[in-house]
């Protein structure tokens, strides 16, 4: 009996620091992934990449993330090449954002000679390199804008007897055209024909996009019919983008024969709203209203609805020549299309009618619009109480912008229109109202933007409130409330 109570005994005993064991983790000496990653590279010497896969350890972007961390105080190489490396593994991929931390923690963009420095090691070490290697690298290079460094890195890779792929190039390629060197970057591609080979889809939009940037139509077009007679048919995108440039650089007549090109085709090629609406903007810049009705019309006959940003167009256009009333008629066919509401259409108008010092119609229709129960949305209202504000009009912007804080579902106000009513509201000694907006803001925990802060602070003292001048001073810009007395 005497044994059996000891041996109950011992199993309890033995089962209860068991179970102590493993429920408290402050013993446990388990290292995470990074930090196995990270206790390697200290280890090892040269050629990283060789013994990196022994580590058998998770990786994904958290782990990444932090051995990045812990190498960009001071071992910024083997920091870098760690990267490099991990993004050739099957089972994981860099994110466009670990790329951009890559660069932020390496300052890359800074210290370009980074890149240079990991190249020169893995020929002084002989490592062995392969074509992604480099396109991690080039999509650095990318990452940071590096164009210069990118087509040093290219051409590098003859030396490691690699032959450079379409993605390489792309990579390249899209540098210069962004940069604004289109002859460097024509003659990249050119050279891709010499080694067999051929622009994708991709390179294609890249090169026409930047030459319509630098004004180059001619050659945009050129290189459109060169991408037709290789095969390759351009699509939608392609047309939107020589479309864009031509609005933006050509002549509209061009502008209409694609528009006309595209219509023609149909299908996947058949343009879309903002394709119509670049037009439609071209012809309104250009003064030509009858003609940006035209497009109209045809946008509505492909089965194209209008959006906001059309109707903005249209009345910013309008509204330039004094044609006002018109704009009032083309609004009641639009909403009759039910793809654009009225709050919509004449919330645009009001900005428009702002943007072009009709502040007197503007006030009239926004007035309008809250006795009718169309509500405005947050730009209109913030434009119109500023244009009041800037016109010397505190007293009214306050009281328009009171008005619009009873109505429910409005759009939000820009917290700058609070900053500078209350500047206004300060410097013409309207005090009701002054401390009314002041305790709005603490309400709202809306910080005060504006340099005339003392004379503020001085204005809501005169008006007695010293517990909002105390909040505004403190919470506002870190001052002691101290100083308020």
Known sequence: MLICKSMAFWSVSRLLSSSVRHKNPKFSTALSPAEKYYTHLQKCGDNIEKTLPAVRAKLDSSCVNVVLNKCSRTQSQLGLRFFIWAGLQSYYRHSSYMYSKACELFRINENPRTIIDVIEAYRVEGSVVTVKTFNVVLNLCREAKLADEALWVLRKMAEFNIRADTIAYNSVIRLFCEKGDMDLAAGLMKEMGLIDLYPNMAIYITMIKGFCNVGRLDDACKLLKVMKGHGCSPNKVVYSVILDGVCRFGSLEKALELLAEMEKDGGDFSPNTVTYTSIIQSCCEKGKLMESLEILDRMRASRCAPNRVTISVLTKGFCAQGRVEEVYKLIDEIVAGGNVSYAECYSSLVVSLVGNKNLQEAEKLFRWMLASAVKPDGLACSILIKALCLEGQFLNGF???????????????????????????????????????????????????????????????????????????????????????
């Open 399 to 485: 009281h328009l912008f009171d008005e619009l804080d009873s109505v429910e579902g409005l759009g939000a106000i820009d917290s700058d229109i609070y900053s500078i009513l209350l500047v206004g509201l300060s410097q013409k000694r309207h005090s009701v109202e002054a401390v009314k907006l002041a305790k709005l803001m603490v309400d709202r925990g809306i910080q005060l933007k504006t340099p005339s802060f003392d004379s503020i602070v001085e204005h809501l003292k005169e008006s007695g409130d010293k517990e909002i001048v105390m909040y505004l001073s403190s919470n506002f810009f870190d001052r002691h409330q101290g100083d308020v007395k």
